[in-house]
């Protein structure tokens, strides 16, 4: 390959990709005066990416392959904006070498390793045969071309259940499954591989022995077109669900001095064996005694800010400097660890609902100020519409500090300080997480969130006394704001009365439950709030994002968000939601039967598992919907006849659509 054509300067760069990363590019791009050219769907026709680009090209529509995965549109869109290099971002067509010869074809420089690379490291089987050959130790597995069941179920008896049934090419969890025995072998492929074919294009699989109880650990590595490679430490990404990764965190909490010197030196050797250029990550995984190599990621990670962190590096600038041809700025013993750095993956997603991707508009979007060692990379703002198409990541909150408890507690003040509203997001799972004592004492592995998920995702305590006296303050301060306009008047402002006194009463409830009356006493002299026998003094000082309610002498800082009868309230306490019971009734709620086969999301059906006309068990699988990358089964609520299937595959469905119909047997 002709060298200035892979490693040149250039003043354009095209973005292949959406959302958070997109916005992340896009910021050290301009901070290196680099001109940035945003793609996008027509579901991202309004997107943050889009609006922070200086240019911005239409692909094509909502489905990621008719749009993002649409080498030839991305292609087009460099060639029509004057574009000279393409940054892949991560997901969607990162580590796809295909597209990365398309860019070298069509002149452009592509900001990552060579499709030659990519083909030997990208793919999860190439890497693991090159690592055999490099001595580099393995989880015993198969990794070979062959993808025919037969194959594949041989290999699977060979190594031994339980087992990994894993997707070559990509990452993130998807088309990852774990098999426990043979007879959930033949699903787990076919789902697996239907799952990577939507998310990757490519669904060629590999098999490897299921470690229990592992850890993961992960080496960043970063190499330049003059020969240098360096290690810039290892990050820890134990806490996943689902294979994917929730809490990232560097270095290691896990590994010895010695430890890390020794997984760093195997990961460059990993990517010596073949003289990688670009940014990568080599992953590991541990049993508590050995660690074992299981694949590289030829691309930039959704965890790299806890490894800027930790090194003062800026990873997308030197991933740029690489792409001009530079050379590295720094040798590997002049690579400083200073501190530790942790980071939560911020999603629209449901954690009571067992993690159910959440869609809508952004009604609220209020996060605290990247101060005192807080990061905080975002793709979404206040107005922004979370749709069922892509990955529901959000943001990533990071904090920093010299010391692992602290960075876990800046963190999680960060956390604490966040209100989204308008979807439903994974923020308090997320605080729950990092403040479980086990992940402090650091007593974790790859299983620990699904064994504790009950107590991450246990439901928040009852509005006690502060948190009732606050609903009324809420309702007050947004009544006090909507009266006044203009020029200030008494008869505008709450609690003035020229004589009297007066009563009003509030009833509040959480969800179904018990109603709970707040009455307030106001007029001439002080207001009050009386719950039971309790009568408390109060005042309120509004200010951004909620208001200041002292009660008896006391003050606490409320955070606030009321859509109609609908309050969300954030104490110290925890975050709250109430709903304002309607004081001249005629209120109406629709109820939903849990017994209803309907379509939680937006999504597409992509199989269909039960035959009209046969008997189910109690949760029988019944059909599986594609929503925002990821697979969900719908399941028969009871026993019972499928009666009705309302749905085929490639159907795209709404939300609440009736996708089957079971009668119930009786029983």
Same mark, same amino acid.
């Given at each position: 390959?002709?060298?200035?054509?892979?490693?040149?300067?250039?003043?354009?760069?095209?973005?292949?990709?959406?959302?958070?990363?997109?916005?992340?590019?896009?910021?050290?791009?301009?901070?290196?005066?680099?001109?940035?050219?945003? %793609?996008?769907?027509? !579901?991202?026709?309004?997107?943050?990416?889009?609006?922070?680009?200086?240019? $911005?090209?239409? #692909? @094509? +529509? *909502?489905?990621?392959?008719?749009?993002?995965?649409?080498?030839?549109?991305?292609?087009?869109?460099?060639?029509?904006?004057?574009?000279?290099?393409?940054?892949?971002?991560?997901?969607?067509?990162?580590?796809?070498?295909?597209?990365?010869?398309?860019?070298?074809?069509?002149?452009?420089?592509?900001?990552?390793?060579?499709?030659?690379?990519?083909?030997?490291?990208?793919?999860?089987?190439?890497?693991?045969?090159?690592?055999?050959?490099?001595?580099?130790?393995?989880?015993?597995?198969?990794?070979?071309?062959?993808?025919?069941?037969?194959?594949?179920?041989?290999?699977?008896?060979?190594?031994?259940?339980?087992?990994? %049934?894993?997707?070559? !090419?990509?990452?993130?969890?998807?088309?990852?499954?774990?098999?426990?025995? $043979?007879?959930? #072998? @033949? +699903? *787990?492929?076919?789902?697996?591989?239907?799952?990577?074919?939507?998310?990757?294009?490519?669904?060629?699989?590999?098999?490897?022995?299921?470690?229990?109880?592992?850890?993961?650990?992960?080496?960043?590595?970063?190499?330049?077109?003059?020969?240098?490679?360096?290690?810039?430490?290892?990050?820890?990404?134990?806490?996943?669900?689902?294979?994917?990764?929730?809490?990232?965190?560097?270095?290691?909490?896990?590994?010895?001095?010695?430890?890390?010197?020794?997984?760093?030196?195997?990961?460059?050797?990993?990517?010596?064996?073949?003289?990688?250029?670009?940014?990568?990550?080599?992953?590991?995984?541990?049993?508590?005694?050995? %660690?074992?190599?299981?694949?590289?990621?030829?691309?930039?990670?959704?965890?790299?800010?806890?490894?800027?962190?930790?090194? @003062?590096?800026?990873?997308?600038?030197?991933?740029?400097?690489?792409?001009?041809?530079?050379?590295?700025?720094?040798?590997?013993?002049?690579?400083?660890?200073?501190?530790?750095?942790?980071?939560?993956?911020?999603?629209?997603?449901?954690?009571?609902?067992?993690?159910?991707?959440?869609?809508?508009?952004?009604?609220?979007?209020?996060?605290?100020?990247?101060?005192?060692?807080?990061?905080?990379?975002?793709?979404?703002?206040?107005?922004?519409?979370?749709?069922?198409?892509?990955?529901?990541?959000?943001?990533?909150?990071?904090?920093?500090?010299?010391?692992?408890?602290?960075?876990?507690?800046?963190?999680?003040?960060?956390?604490?300080?966040?209100?989204?509203?308008?979807?439903?997001?994974?923020?308090?799972?997320?605080?729950?997480?990092?403040?479980?004592?086990?992940?402090?004492?650091?007593?974790?592995?790859?299983?620990?969130?699904?064994?504790?998920?009950?107590?991450?995702?246990?439901?928040?305590?009852?509005?006690?006394?502060?948190?009732?006296?606050?609903?009324?303050?809420?309702?007050?301060?947004?009544?006090?704001?909507?009266?006044?306009?203009?020029?200030?008047?008494?008869?505008?402002?709450?609690?003035?009365?020229?004589?009297?006194?007066?009563?009003?009463?509030?009833?509040?409830?959480?969800?179904?439950?018990?109603?709970?009356?707040?009455?307030?006493?106001?007029?001439?002299?002080?207001?009050?709030?009386?719950?039971?026998?309790?009568?408390?003094?109060?005042?309120?000082?509004?200010?951004?994002?909620?208001?200041?309610?002292?009660?008896?002498?006391?003050?606490?800082?409320?955070?606030?968000?009321?859509?109609?009868?609908?309050?969300?309230?954030?104490?110290?306490?925890?975050?709250?939601?109430?709903?304002?019971?309607?004081?001249?009734?005629?209120?109406?709620?629709?109820?939903?039967?849990?017994?209803?086969?309907?379509?939680?999301?937006?999504?597409?059906?992509?199989?269909?598992?039960?035959?009209?006309?046969?008997?189910?068990?109690?949760?029988?699988?019944?059909?599986?919907?594609?929503?925002?990358?990821?697979?969900?089964?719908?399941?028969?609520?009871?026993?019972?006849?499928?009666?009705?299937?309302?749905?085929?595959?490639?159907?795209?469905?709404?939300?609440?659509?009736?996708?089957?119909?079971?009668?119930?047997?009786?029983?």
């Amino acid at each position: 390959m002709d060298r200035t054509k892979l490693y040149r300067r250039f003043r354009t760069l095209l973005i292949a990709n959406r959302g958070e990363i997109a916005c992340r590019l896009i910021r050290t791009a301009r901070a290196m005066g680099l001109r940035t050219v945003a %793609v996008y769907s027509e !579901a991202d026709r309004d997107a943050m990416h889009v609006a922070l680009a200086d240019e $911005a090209v239409l #692909l @094509g +529509p *909502a489905r990621a392959r008719d749009s993002y995965l649409n080498v030839e549109r991305l292609i087009e869109a460099a060639k029509k904006t004057g574009a000279e290099a393409v940054h892949p971002g991560y997901g969607f067509l990162s580590e796809n070498a295909e597209f990365a010869q398309a860019c070298y074809d069509a002149g452009l420089v592509f900001v990552g390793p060579t499709a030659g690379m990519m083909t030997a490291m990208g793919s999860k089987s190439g890497s693991k045969a090159l690592m055999e050959k490099a001595g580099v130790p393995l989880v015993p597995g198969y990794h070979g071309d062959a993808q025919d069941d037969a194959t594949l179920a041989k290999a699977a008896e060979k190594v031994g259940f339980p087992i990994l %049934v894993k997707a070559s !090419a990509g990452g993130g969890g998807r088309g990852m499954r774990i098999v426990r025995s $043979a007879d959930e #072998l @033949g +699903p *787990a492929i076919v789902s697996a591989k239907r799952e990577a074919k939507a998310a990757f294009g490519d669904d060629r699989m590999l098999i490897e022995k299921y470690v229990d109880n592992p850890r993961h650990i992960e080496v960043q590595i970063i190499g330049d077109s003059h020969g240098n490679l360096l290690s810039l430490f290892e990050r820890e990404c134990t806490l996943q669900r689902r294979h994917q990764k929730v809490i990232e965190e560097a270095p290691s909490p896990t590994l010895s001095p010695a430890q890390r010197e020794t997984v760093c030196a195997a990961a460059r050797k990993a990517a010596g064996a073949v003289n990688y250029v670009g940014a990568g990550t080599i992953e590991f995984v541990s049993d508590g005694k050995d %660690v074992f190599f299981i694949e590289m990621n030829t691309r930039l990670q959704v965890e790299h800010p806890v490894t800027e962190l930790i090194t @003062g590096i800026d990873l997308v600038e030197w991933q740029l400097r690489v792409a001009f041809g530079e050379a590295l700025p720094l040798k590997q013993d002049e690579i400083r660890l200073n501190g530790h750095a942790v980071e939560a993956r911020v999603y629209a997603e449901n954690p009571t609902k067992n993690f159910m991707p959440s869609v809508g508009r952004i009604s609220t979007w209020r996060l605290p100020a990247e101060t005192g060692g807080l990061r905080i990379d975002a793709g979404y703002r206040e107005g922004d519409s979370v749709s069922p198409y892509y990955d529901a990541m959000l943001a990533k909150m990071i904090a920093w500090a010299p010391t692992r408890d602290v960075a876990i507690d800046r963190l999680n003040r960060g956390l604490e300080e966040s209100d989204v509203r308008g979807i439903v997001t994974n923020i308090p799972f997320l605080s729950a997480l990092i403040t479980h004592p086990k992940v402090r004492a650091n007593a974790i592995d790859t299983g620990f969130i699904e064994r504790e998920l009950a107590v991450l995702t246990s439901t928040a305590s009852a509005p006690g006394e502060l948190e009732l006296c606050a609903a009324v303050a809420a309702v007050i301060n947004e009544e006090r704001q909507a009266a006044q306009g203009g020029a200030h008047s008494p008869w505008q402002t709450f609690g003035w009365q020229p004589v009297g006194r007066r009563q009003r009463s509030f009833v509040f409830r959480v969800g179904h439950g018990p109603e709970q009356k707040v009455t307030l006493n106001y007029g001439s002299g002080p207001s009050t709030l009386v719950i039971g026998e309790r009568e408390l003094a109060f005042t309120i000082a509004p200010k951004d994002g909620g208001f200041d309610l002292t009660l008896d002498g006391v003050k606490s800082s409320v955070a606030a968000v009321i859509d109609g009868h609908e309050l969300y309230l954030r104490t110290r306490n925890g975050r709250f939601d109430l709903h304002w019971v309607d004081p001249f009734g005629g209120e109406t709620e629709e109820q939903t039967g849990a017994d209803k086969i309907a379509a939680p999301l937006p999504g597409t059906v992509v199989a269909v598992l039960a035959e009209e006309g046969a008997k189910l068990e109690k949760g029988a699988p019944i059909l599986t919907l594609e929503v925002m990358k990821m697979e969900q089964t719908l399941r028969a609520p009871y026993a019972g006849v499928l009666k009705l299937i309302k749905c085929k595959v490639g159907d795209i469905v709404q939300e609440g659509v009736e996708l089957a119909v079971v009668e119930p047997s009786g029983e």
